[in-house]
């Protein structure tokens, strides 16, 4: 079993809808289109010219910046909503960025998305350490090199 962890540093993009240009053609939406190479690029630092082959597993977490509310600081300079990650239960929907990162991923998968068999998505809001919101960014965790049985029994222990 092989396991890739690859961190993309920002604002993680969701799939939004094609638009429609005047001949009817459909197109991909620039911050879409940008988060997506964003994405490509991260894998192409990570695997070089190699591609995923056979099963392929994916999980994200996707780490959002913190509102201004949930920053508030008591006067004693606790802060009202603690200091570690919290559940992000507003839009970006998480199949939506999923989309955006698998699509990212098209170029180093032999066969394309399709070859990704399950996985796990999951949104917080940034922890704070140090008095600093954690970073936005999506974590990849990729596990290849693996048979259904091993996968199977490393997810569900079952």
């Given at each position: 079993?092989?396991v ?5 540093e ?5 799939k939004?809808?094609s638009?429609?240009?005047?001949y ?5 939406k620039?911050r879409?289109?940008e ?5 490509n690029?991260a894998?192409?630092a990570c695997?070089?010219a190699?591609?995923?082959?056979g099963?392929?597993y994916v999980?994200?977490?996707c780490?959002?910046n ?6 508030k600081?008591?006067?004693?300079g606790?802060?009202?909503y603690g200091e570690?990650r919290?559940a ?6 998480h199949?939506?960025v999923r989309?955006s990162?698998?699509d990212?991923?098209?170029g180093?998968m032999d066969?394309?998305d399709?070859?990704v068999i399950?996985?796990?998505?999951m949104?917080?809001y940034?922890?704070?350490k ?7 960014k ?7 090199e693996?048979d259904?049985n091993e996968l ?6 079952v």
């Amino acid at each position: 079993m092989r396991v890739d962890i690859i961190k993309v540093e920002g604002y993680p993009q969701p799939k939004e809808r094609s638009g429609v240009g005047v001949y009817g053609n459909l197109y991909k939406k620039k911050r879409t289109r940008e988060y997506e190479d964003k994405i490509n690029d991260a894998m192409g630092a990570c695997l070089g010219a190699n591609v995923y082959r056979g099963i392929i597993y994916v999980d994200l977490i996707c780490i959002f910046n913190r509102t201004k509310e949930l920053m508030k600081q008591y006067k004693d300079g606790r802060f009202k909503y603690g200091e570690e990650r919290l559940a992000h239960l507003t839009k970006p929907d998480h199949d939506n960025v999923r989309k955006s990162v698998l699509d990212g991923m098209q170029g180093y998968m032999d066969g394309g998305d399709c070859r990704v068999i399950g996985g796990l998505t999951m949104k917080y809001y940034g922890g704070i350490k140090d008095g600093e919101c954690e970073s936005e960014k999506v974590i990849i965790r990729v596990i290849t090199e693996t048979d259904l049985n091993e996968l199977h029994s490393m997810m569900c222990d079952v």
